[in-house]
């Protein structure tokens, strides 16, 4: 009887049942869901059919072919042994510079350190078109050296990539050696000096031991980031006839002869040697974490240089010298001349390129408004939806969230290369057509792509910031009887005003630049930035444009960083998040 | 308002955090769920307050259901209409003081002159009218403290749950807020359940007192009787320093026995049959060091002084009083290490229970 009476009144109570709230969020899920499937399911599933069930090919084919065709083992081959030769390179640059930086009084280490973080956020086709703009035939140095640039074809070559490569992505090995060298504090080598070791037997036994784990994710990454690389290898790759895995995908996909399976199974090959590479980095990482990295605070010591202080810093600034300061005053200083071929004469110089790029839509100004338009869009989209997924994965339980974890994991080390050929293969198809969904060939399509590759990346660092925020602070809120949607728009949002702000401004960044997604998908006649400065940097005649153009990006990007910053100040959090993303 | 849990189960993954817990918090009254960590008292709090969902069971606000596992009812947190403290006090830090207060009245759209005059009386009772326009980060620990008392009761929730909320200030500041919370839950008349592992913190707050141990309970009571009269040894050893003299018993009279050990006996009082052996439980502020010729008015144990420090106040020794009969005393004065002295303590003083299969402290 009582029971009964219980229930009937609880019937009358408002909040009965497991019963789900509001319909829209259900809605706004529903929404989310679909485009997580559309924009990362679809075009991946498409690439793995096309790579296992070619059209009239027998399944599996494809993955034979991979490497039954010389040219295309040695593509393969060609990017695992750069690979293996820029780990050495960056790894030469980067622990020196670690310790310099980290544990010695080398004067203006705070620029130097800064100085890396633009090395790193500079996107590698800039430097190696900055690179060819020096180096070739008719370019900076040969106008320096009077027609004698004895490297003018040589570097063109295996090295040339190598050396591009090395400068361009020891930051990684440079940033893993410092955050073990920070985690590893003093007392480890001090403990090792009061047993009796010299200070050379204390690094060499003790801190460098201690620093392997993260050396070899460091290392492990940077091997990521060179077999997956396009910039570099459909720049100099491309005009030293040097053929590595990514450009090898991309020409099978756009130019003659066309072989979608042949790319479906090179594409799925890169990704499972990136998975190979990054599943054993995050399995090194997470034991280092456990060992190492305690509560306490760690008091580094500091190593008095004495009279190897100016080697050091000359040593020092050669490096910035040869990864950013060569590429770039090459590129200024063409940007400035207004006739290439009239060389290095005071009256050669002037605004008139940038003149010129501004006052002319078809001549570059055209490609930079629609690629600024295209990352804003991205930027605001891939926002919008990463949030609703991130609040997916922080508020669900079991199955989804495990699903949707993993596809964000997984996907984050799909290469842009591999997923543009991922929405080639899936909306170029005729049933698309059929039904009226005819996207392929336009801005559309591309924007969808820019979101699709974003996304996850975009959900991991709202994930690593919300980390930070306490789970009482929603508790709290719940308790004090907010709903799920004023539980989003008066507290979570408001707490993750800044991860909000570093997503939108990394996602902006990195689609202004992008080259990948943007050669493999841009409509024709309608270039994107990186599609135009490529076309530009090709031909002599046209690099005073392209370097201005370079230039004016540039600048523009560097305006918007730095507005975003002071109007909304998220601080370090933009880099410090994009590296905790990156898991260095 | 009358809190009901009964058959309370509740588990993460495989790992079972709660066993069949039965408890009732009396309306207006301040429950203390004590015990250590990992016994299980925040999984009570949280299934309670609705934030973590049982294995099974039923919770019950007076008549209304709000959770059973049976009849499928399980009414989320913003509806429960209650007032709950966070350990890490869960300011939003984006919020001024003032709002951070008035939230639960804003959530439930209560007129804006309204949520002015009760946020404004909230601050007051908790003596902070004038930092209302303040941010989180720029009050002190205990200014933060207050905040979340005043957020938790401005909506005038029947039930109050405190989560370790004293945990995170320090020593003379948990004196105070203890005595404040005390002092405003009793002036509002609500129910308060308070989770704490802090044992003075539950003898000095509750009027009831739950202690817990591995996601059961051990023992239920008032504080005074939890304290002098334990059923087991885990409560006599959670709520403080405790003797304990292991060795045959005897009854003597209705609830009087006699515990004796090689060379060495004591009486005490007990409940329940004992089989055979037993543990007297003695705490050392009860017992008092005789002087030479003093005669004893209870139990008289001949002890010789083993080890000792010092501890400001006062000192404490360790004694021997012969095999299963090591035990510890506070003393005014120092003591000469190996010297005999005699040892003297009521009867009422000293509690005896069976030995268990298994001890657990």
Redesign the interface.
Known sequence: MAEAAAAELNRQLPGRVWRRQLRLDRVVIGVAMACLVVLIAFPLAMLLIQAMFPAGQTPFQPFGDTFAARSNYLAILDSIVIGLVVCVGASAIGIPLAVLLNRTDLPGRRVFEALIWVNFFTPSYLVSLGWTALMQRGGFLDLTLGHQNPFATSFFSPWGIALVLTFKLFPFVYLAASAGLQSIGAEYEEAARVSGAGRFRAWVRVVIPLLRPALLAGLLLVFAEVISDFGIAATIGQQAGFPLMTLEIYNYVSSFPINFPLAAAMSTFLVLSMGAALGVQGLLLRRRSYQVITGRGHRPSHIQLGRWKYPALTGTIVVFAVALGAPFTASISISLMQNIGRGLVASNFGLQNYASVLADLNLGLGALWRSVQLSVEAATLTSLLSLVVTYMIFRWRGFGRIVLNQLTVVSMVVPSIVMAAGYVFAFNQDWLYSIGIAIYGSLVLLLLAYIGQQVSMAVRLHLSGLQQISGSLIDAGQVSGARMLTLLFRIVLPLMKKSIVSVWLLTFVIVMFDLAMSEMLYPPGEPTLGVSLIQKFGDLGNIGTGTAMMMLAISFVLIVVIVINVLFRPGGRTQSSFAAARRL | MEVVVQHLSCSFGSKTAVEDVTLTVPSGTITALLGPSGCGKTTIL?SV???NTPRDGTI?FN???VFSRE??????????????I???F??????RVADNVG??LR??HAPKADIRTKVMTALEMVHLEHEAHRYPHQLSGGQQQRVAVA?AIV?EPQLL?LDEPLSSLDAGLREEMRQELVRLIKRLRITAIHVTHDHVEALSMASQMIVLNEGRIEQVGEPVDIYSRPTNLFVAKFLGVVNVMTGTVEKLDDDVVRVSGPGWTVIGKSHGVLNGSGHALIRPTSMRILGADEISEGNDLTVRVIEGAYHGDRWQYEVDGGRDARVKIFSDIPLALGSELRLCFPADACRVIPVAETVTS
């Open positions: 949280r307050a609705g934030l019950r008549d209304r259901i009849q499928s009812i399980n009414v989320p947190p913003e509806r429960r209409d209650l007032g709950m966070f350990q890490d869960a300011l939003w830090p984006h919020m939230f639960p959530v439930r957020r909506s749950l």
